[in-house]
């Protein structure tokens, strides 16, 4: 009965404060809200009055009074989601004012309503950095994914692919990464359902599949046609609000519900073709059959090919082509939405939509099958019910296409390296394998690089996932006094992931398992989550204004996985669906994990003569996955904002429409952890006695009961600029201090353990970010004039290890089972995961240059300098190339990213375009370690080829052939294969038209409007490979930046139509 | 505002019941891996912990980076071996199996490390059955009582063979539960001596004679009293324990032979023969298995490669031969002496029928070739055999050992007695070897001995441990005797009218032998130098 007590003494304490306004000279503002481009009332509009606390909601006639305004020239102001508008109106004591408030998609972004988590606040109100996402793209133009929505849409987040397949994994970083070993990606927050999007976690397991295995992405499942709008929290003010998992940053996304109205029915629909947009220029089979003679001569031996032999040979067999095609995607959407007025309202919003992708490697695809119901009912003037339920059936169809080389490659990375001399299949239907085979099309297999047949992998496996997917969660919520409203949800999140594969024998992993590799994994994952909140909203006077929310949740979640694995069948033709009949079962596996993280929290938003805003914000969480002694960590922060412009000696300043300074300073965690960490944990051997067996336990895990979160603090100052009420700045530094790194130490073995998780070291991350917003060309009420809005995100971040606990460097775990390459490197001062490898000093022109540098000894190749050898840098200048000569030569970080929207509408027409960059960055194209390779090994690059030494050519790019590019051996790297990462593109482009209001009301259509979309239309990069977006190993903190067979990301072209009535 | 309370203990009671977070909410409950809180609840529990830590030898543990091999699955016995004038390998100067040979290990000596963290696992192991056992409610104390005094014997058994190879280690005497204070400085020889000395007689007043059925196995009072007769005599020895140690040792020594429940077997080789384990002589033994990881892992360590094809051996399938006598050594057996066959496989027939026997007319030589006789004891001679499920037991103490080690004693107390004599004749009788050479002077007496504990012995890892007890008798020994790797086979005597025999290839340089007194003690392994940084280097490293 706590919270009866608790709620009674709240009560009584805020009771005497209601109704305590000020009186005076005031009149009445009255009106309505219109949709700019449909003039259809909007409901659930919040006014205000700029300089007061009067406070509106529009009825579903988008109608509203504001009593006791005081009078003179006033500015009201109208706001909704990703909607605003202001008009001019003035006041007279005694009297009523009317005003027409149309709205238009809130492109100046410092009016407005933003989801803060547990609430929602006015933009003006907000203290902390929290970037709204422009949602209008999620609404007129295809969107596969919440990625897409994310890219370039707000200044420091950033967005990577770890693989373009349909369906695949992707990694976001907010404001930096700031965690070595555990997840850094941000918190999800889904119609206030806290989801931590971890794909190691949410995985079904990788069951022992080839390393090209791609991973998935668990938020697929989210229809982004469903998306009302996002919320990106990215300082500590903001974030605290989700303690121990806000450290990373918190994406808040509200779904679309109903309005007060008549049924509105809304469909949405497009297609369109996507094809790759670049390839690798590779040899032809007579370019290469030549390359590969002079590799031989090279070597003092004989051509491999006779001039007949060359004479006879063609272009021979395109891999790029083989296993690329043009492919189509579509998607349908339906939405019914609705609702009625009064005390007992009822609104809904219900939507069905499919998606279905095919993707340009031939064999993969993703098809998404979603229905959401959002629905909301009042009982009575103080009761509200409601619930927002979303179901979606995600299947993806992977190919083994990403990561590795040689015989372990994806389908991309053999299509770039097969020899063009095989065909894609024997007369007698046998896929032929590189190697193996070459000796039936007359080629010398001796130097070949064994591998993978690129379309057996594409067309052959079977690599299905699946993803059934129930959230949703049910609230009720009380107005107990006037301002205080208490709420209580429960939901749920119910996934039931499969992945099924089976590697036929006509593939080489299939062929070696033996006779086919058959792999079932399967999790469930079921999260449970109550929330318990009080949020009392008020004016205190007209001159402050309170609103404190507090509460106390709890979550808990559960996984299970099971296993199950075969190779050795009879046939091929059961795939993985009769594991049983394989001759060599695999050994089945289960598990169970659960965590519970319970919590109190509590946020107070204090503003003073509309001018002084001060923030408190604090939460305290006991997690499960914590050790037993630190299972409680409090999360504290505090904000002040100052309304510069609310002063007397700016409100002359007819420029400056707006201006509000911030600063804010608190902390957060980031869990990273899984469950049961913390713990002692004991295993099984087995033994015997006598000759009877028997099972024995034994510790193999000593408990740390320290274990705790990762610990960000983060100072945050910045400020919100309006000016002319057409633009609006946006700007933020940060920095940002990681402490307690869960990082892995080595015990002494006297302990009888091994390692450990402990909490060790530190990051930091430091950046500014700037967001420009302008209506260049306003339209006002008329459609006629040309209206161009613009808008600019460049954020720029600097991330620095700074204490490892100890010890000075960790080295990733090695980027390929292959070649052994070392992974990247963290390392004490630099930024995470840089690339460490040899510096190069170009090619040794001629015998003059080979015998200067005579006096080095390469301990690298072991021999002495000749001429059209790579030069490494000796950069201990000692006179000897070793180990000690690799440094630090590219960092996967880039310097800043910018996205620049422009949106330019005329008529019913409107051209939208978003241009999006990222710089600095470097990126490991580990293709080349083959293309450029000297051995000719496998194919290669053409520049490759063209420009290599050669006695008549020697001021060349690449070393003779047969000389390897990138260093003897197969443990280091240097950067010849290095590549910069920059890019700008423009991401997507779409021209509009929407049909003319009055022309539609007259058929009783409020909205129709088609559209052409193109994405990734051009990119302007100097990156050699498919992509410059790319990132194999993308979604870990470390071995971010490399290529290795990465699936190539599509350029595509889409028509589409909304209509609504 | 009735109306209003109702509503408000409506929210609340949704508040409270949904939540419903006692203090279970946040505790971690492992579903499908055991925890410490799971297993100490019965009895059952009990012996499946006491289980865990006897399975220790056979050391598997891959994820904290121990190996079947890094200790009685090969490094112990190479260790052990290797280091004297009996035993050598195949390999050349520069391997790491060489090391040990010639006396080179250092300290970054991969088999050392594996010994070390193995054996430390194991004493963990068997403190969490001395720290949780006890607490377990509602056990037969009797049981309870018997489980705690197994793992002491186990614990003592890791700590003698730690304190033999590296003098003194860090004492760890409870379960390793926290991260805190889990770095120790080495304790002294004698503190570690005087634990091991602790429990083991804490172990030998509660620990049964014997056991039957599913028990056969377990540690008995006689094998804790065995073991103390040879902690003693090393205690004394080398550990710095004096003369009061001989005479406890010869105390421990006698207790067992009194205990009658011991004696020789009259055939030496049905000693080690896997179908008569658990026999007569054996006093402790680690019990190996035909079930997968529950078995022994020496198999392609002992199995020879035959010539021309290298599967043609009909026992163990892979063959990676290590260990073979050296020459000298392997000469010095009486011609009766049915020790050298029951030690060195000297004939078998091949699976494809050919009949192979040792002898010195044997060419088929190369370097991974059938370069000597393998050892016989401990190789699992039914077909089939897979690593890590090898069947014959490995025999840690036996009753010839306590004879010999009480003939060791009184000669230490009293001199070369009567009684000395006659143990020491008693063993060699069995073996088919006349009486020992009488009149022998104290000296002269310990000399013979230890060079008797060499043929009985050999290939059951007390090689190394023996020499530290007579170092300087070891010592002329090896700088005399043992050849090393690269020269043993090529050097192998040539016998007169074969020529076809390979020549002696004098262009292998030999190793001469010098050893320091150092060598008494491997090296503290250097990752656990680098980890550890109380660690303290031994002399001479």
């Known amino acids: 009965m706590r919270w009866t007590r608790v709620l009674a003494l709240c009560a009584a304490l805020l009771c005497p404060l209601a109704g305590a306004h000020a009186q005076g000279g005031t009149g009445t503002v009255a009106g309505t809200v219109l949709d700019e481009q449909t003039g259809r009332p909007l409901s659930d509009v919040v006014v205000t009055v700029t300089g007061t606390a009067r406070r509106a909601l529009t009825d579903a006639a988008g ?91 707000a200044a420091g987040v950033q967005v990577t692919s770890a693989s373009s397949t349909p369906g695949g994994g992707i990694s976001i970083r907010v404001r930096g990464t700031s965690s070595i070993t555990g997840n850094s990606e941000p918190l999800y927050v889904i119609d206030g359902f806290p989801i931590e999007n971890d794909p190691e976690a949410a995985s079904p397991g990788n069951g022992g599949r080839a390393t090209a295995s791609v991973p998935s992405n668990p938020m697929a499942s989210l229809n982004p046609n469903d998306i009302e709008s996002i919320e990106v929290l990215k300082d500590a003010s903001a974030t605290a609000i989700y303690g121990s998992r806000g450290a990373n940053g918190v994406v808040i996304i509200t779904t679309r519900r109903g309005r007060a109205g008549r049924p509105q029915v809304s469909i949405d629909s497009y297609t369109g073709m996507q094809s790759v947009i670049r390839r690798y220029d590779l040899l032809t089979a007579r370019e290469l059959a030549m390359a590969m ?62 998606f279905d992708q095919q993707g340009v490697v031939t064999g993969t695809a993703f098809k998404r099958y979603s229905l959401r119901a959002n629905l909301e009912q009042g009982i009575g003037p103080r009761f509200r019910f409601g619930t927002n339920l979303a179901a979606s059936r995600v299947n993806t169809s992977f190919v083994p296409t990403d990561g590795e080389s040689n015989r372990r490659a994806g389908a991309v990375g053999a299509a770039l390296q097969a020899y063009p001399f095989l065909p894609v299949q024997f007369a007698n239907g046998v896929y032929p394998f590189q190697g193996r085979d070459l000796a039936a099309v007359g080629v010398p297999t001796a130097n070949a690089a064994e591998l993978v047949n690129p379309v057996s992998l594409a067309t052959q496996v079977q690599d299905d996932e699946g993803d059934t997917r129930l959230l949703g969660n049910a609230y009720t919520s009380y107005e107990v006094l006037p301002g205080l409203t208490a709420r209580v949800s429960v939901g749920g999140d119910f996934a039931d992931r499969y992945r099924n594969t089976y590697y036929p024998r006509t593939t080489r992993p299939g062929l070696e398992a033996p006779n086919g590799q058959a792999i079932r994994g399967t999790a469930n994952v079921l999260s449970v989550l109550n929330e318990n909140t009080l949020t009392y909203d008020h004016d205190l006077g007209s001159h402050s204004h309170l609103n ?227 209506d260049v060309l306003q339209r006002g009420d008329s459609p006629r004039r040309l209206g161009w809005r613009s808008g600019v995100n460049f954020a720029r971040n600097r991330n620095r290890v700074t204490d490892l606990g100890g010890d000075n460097e960790i080295t990733a775990s090695s980027i390929s089972d292959d070649f052994k390459l070392p992974g990247t490197v963290v390392r004490v001062g630099q930024p995470v995961g840089v690339f460490i490898g ?75 375009g978003l241009l999006q960059g990222s710089f600095g960055n470097e990126i490991l194209n580990l293709n080349r370690w083959r293309l450029t390779g000297g051995d000719a090994a496998t194919n290669l690059l053409r520049d490759r080829y063209e420009q290599r030494w050669t006695p008549q050519h020697p001021d060349a790019k ?68 498919f992509d410059p977006e790319v990132s194999s190993f993308g979604v870990g903190n470390l071995n971010r930046g490399i290529d290795i067979g990465a699936y190539p990301a599509a350029r595509s072209f889409t028509f589409g139509l909304n209509f609504t009535y | 505002m009735k109306h209003r309370i109702k509503a408000l203990a409506l929210l609340a009671a949704a508040g409270v019941a949904t939540a419903g977070c006692g203090d279970d909410f946040l505790t971690e409950v492992p579903y499908s891996f055991v925890a410490p809180e799971n297993l100490y609840t019965s009895g059952d529990g009990a012996l499946a912990a006491l289980s865990g830590a006897y399975a220790a030898f056979q050391a598997r543990v891959s994820d904290l980076g121990i190996s079947d091999v890094d200790y009685y699955g090969r490094q112990y016995w190479m260790l052990t071996e290797y280091p004297t004038e009996t035993v050598t390998l195949r390999l050349g100067a520069t391997n790491e199996r060489t090391m040990p040979d010639i006396f080179r290990v250092t300290p970054s000596h991969n088999y050392i490390n594996g010994v070390w963290r193995a054996a430390f696992h194991a004493v963990n192991r068997a403190n969490s059955v001395i720290d949780n056992v006890p607490g377990i409610a509602g056990m037969d104390p009797a049981l309870r009582d018997r489980v705690v005094a197994e793992a002491r014997f186990l614990r003592a058994y890791h700590y003698f063979n730690l304190v033999r190879f590296f003098g003194g280690v860090p004492l760890y005497l409870h379960e390793t539960r926290s991260l ?170 091949k699976k494809s029928g050919a009949t192979v026997t040792w002898d010195s007319t044997q060419t088929a030589v190369n370097a991974y070739g059938n370069f000597a006789p393998v050892p016989n004891k401990y190789m699992d001679k039914v077909p089939g055999a897979q690593d890590g499920a090898e069947e014959p037991n490995f025999i840690l103490i036996r009753y010839a ?20 004599y006659n143990l020491v004749n008693t063993v060699r009788a069995r073996a088919k070897v006349g009486p020992l050479t009488p009149g022998l002077s104290k000296q002269a007496f310990k000399d013979a001995l230890f060079t008797e504990r060499r043929w009985e012995f050999a290939m059951e890892g007390h090689g190394m441990f023996d020499s530290q007890r007579n170092w300087s008798w070891a010592k002329a020994r090896i700088e005399q005797y043992s050849t090393n790797a690269a020269r043993t086979f090529w050097n192998r005597p040539r016998p007169s009218g074969c020529s076809s025999c390979i020549p002696r290839d004098s262009s292998v340089p030999k190793v001469t032998l010098v050893l320091d007194d150092h060598y008494l003690f491997y090296p503290i392994p250097q990752p656990a130098m680098d980890v550890n940084p109380q660690l303290v280097q031994n002399p001479g490293y």
């Open chain 1, 63 to 153: 109608r509203f009074t504001l009593t006791q305004v005081p009078a003179g020239p006033r500015t009201v102001n109208a706001s909704r989601p990703g909607y605003s508008g202001t008009a001019a109106v003035t006041v007279a004591a005694g009297q009523e004012a009317t005003v027409t408030l149309r709205l238009r998609p809130a492109g100046v972004q410092l009016q407005g309503v933003v989801a803060v988590g547990y609430g929602t606040l006015r933009r003006r109100d907000v203290t902390g950095a929290v970037s709204s996402v422009n949602t209008e793209a999620l609404r007129n133009t295809p969107v596969a994914s919440l990625d897409q929505v994310l890219q370039g849409a």
């Open chain 1, 293 to 354: 003679n002079e590799v031989s001569t090279n070597g003092g031996g004989t051509p491999i090919f006779s001039q007949a032999q060359l004479d006879t040979l063609g272009t021979g067999t395109d891999w790029q082509d083989a296993i690329f095609r043009s492919a189509p995607l579509r998607s349908v959407q339906g939405t019914v939405s609705g609702g009625s007025t009064g005390t007992s309202f009822t609104r809904y919003a219900v939507s069905g939509g499919f």
């Open chain 1, 548 to 774: 404190v929310v507090g509460g106390f949740t709890w979550q808990t979640n559960v996984t299970e996985r099971t296993s199950v694995s075969g190779v050795d069948f009879v046939t091929d033709v059961n795939g993985f669906n009769a594991i049983s009949s394989a001759r060599v079962p695999g050994t089945p596996s289960s598990t169970r994990e659960r965590w519970a993280l319970e919590s109190f929290l509590g946020r107070v938003n204090y503003s003073l003569f509309d001018r002084y805003l001060l923030t408190f914000t604090g939460r305290t969480d006991g997690s499960s996955r914590f050790g037993k002694g630190s299972k409680w960590g409090f999360f504290p922060s505090v904000a002040a904002g100052w309304h510069l412009s609310e002063e007397p000696f700016l409100r002359g300043v007819g420029a400056v429409s707006d201006l509000k300074v911030r600063a804010s300073y608190g902390a957060a965690g980031n869990p990273s952890i899984r469950p049961y960490q913390s713990l002692a944990r004991l295993t099984s051997a087995g033994y015997s006695f006598g000759g009877n067996p028997v099972t024995g336990y034994f510790p193999i895990g000593v408990a740390n009961d320290e274990l705790t979160w990762e610990s960000t603090r983060q100072l945050d100052v910045g400020f919100d600029l309006g000016l002319f009420s057409r633009a609006s700045v946006t700007f933020d530094w940060y920095h940002k201090t990681t402490d307690h790194l869960l990082l892995t130490v080595d015990l002494p073995s006297e302990s009888g353990f091994a390692r450990a998780l402990v909490n060790a070291g530190s990051i930091e991350n430091r950046g500014i970010e700037l967001s420009l917003n302008l």
């Open chain 1, 838 to 912: 040899y510096r190069t000093g170009g090619v040794v022109r001629d015998s003059a240059q080979a015998l200067a540098l005579g006096g080095i000894v390469n301990r690298v190749t072991s021999a002495a300098y000749r001429p059209g050898d790579v030069i490494l840098v000796d950069v201990d200048g000692n006179d000897t190339i070793d180990t000690r000569d690799r440094t630090v030569i590219g960092d996967p970080n880039p310097s800043f990213t910018l996205g620049w929207q422009n949106t330019f509408s005329f008529h019913g027409f409107e051209l939208a």
């Open chain 1, 958 to 1025: 690449y070393p003779r052939l047969g000389v390897n590019t990138v260093g003897a051996g197969t443990t280091d790297y240097n950067d010849l294969i290095l590549e910069d990462g920059s890019y700008l593109r423009l991401k997507t482009l779409t021209l509009s038209y929407a049909f003319p209001a009055r022309w539609l009301q007259a058929r009783g259509v409020s909205m129709a409007r088609l559209y052409v979309t193109g994405s990734n239309v051009a990119t302007w990069t100097d990156y050699t490979g």
């Open chain 2, 180 to 349: 805190e204070e889990i770095q120790k400085p080495r304790a002294t020889q004698a503190e570690v001596y005087n634990a091991i000395i602790q429990d083991l007689k804490d172990a030998a007043a509660v620990l049964p004679a014997k056991y039957t059925g599913k028990d056969v196995g377990r540690a008995t009072s006689g094998a804790a009293n065995a073991l103390l007769a040879k902690v003693y005599l090393q205690f004394g020895a080398v550990g710095g324990g004096g003369a009061a140690a001989f005479t406890q040792a010869e105390a421990y020594a006698r207790a067992v032979i009194a205990s009658g429940q011991y004696s020789l077997l009259a055939d030496y080789a049905s000693v080690f023969d896997q179908n008569n384990e658990n026999n007569a002589e054996v006093i402790f033994d680690i019990q190996n298995t035909r079930t997968p990881g529950a078995g022994g892992y020496m198999c392609d360590q002992f199995a020879p490669r035959p010539l021309p094809s290298q599967t043609d051996f009909p026992y163990c399938d892979s063959q990676n031969p290590s260990f073979g006598p050296e020459w000298p050594f392997f000469y010095s057996y009486a011609p009766t002496d049915t020790r050298k066959a029951g030690t060195w496989l000297m004939t078998y027939t």
């Open chain 2, 401 to 420: 050992d306590v004879l010999l080690s009480l003939a060791e004693a009184i000669n230490e107390n009293a001199g070369p007695t009567a009684e000395a």
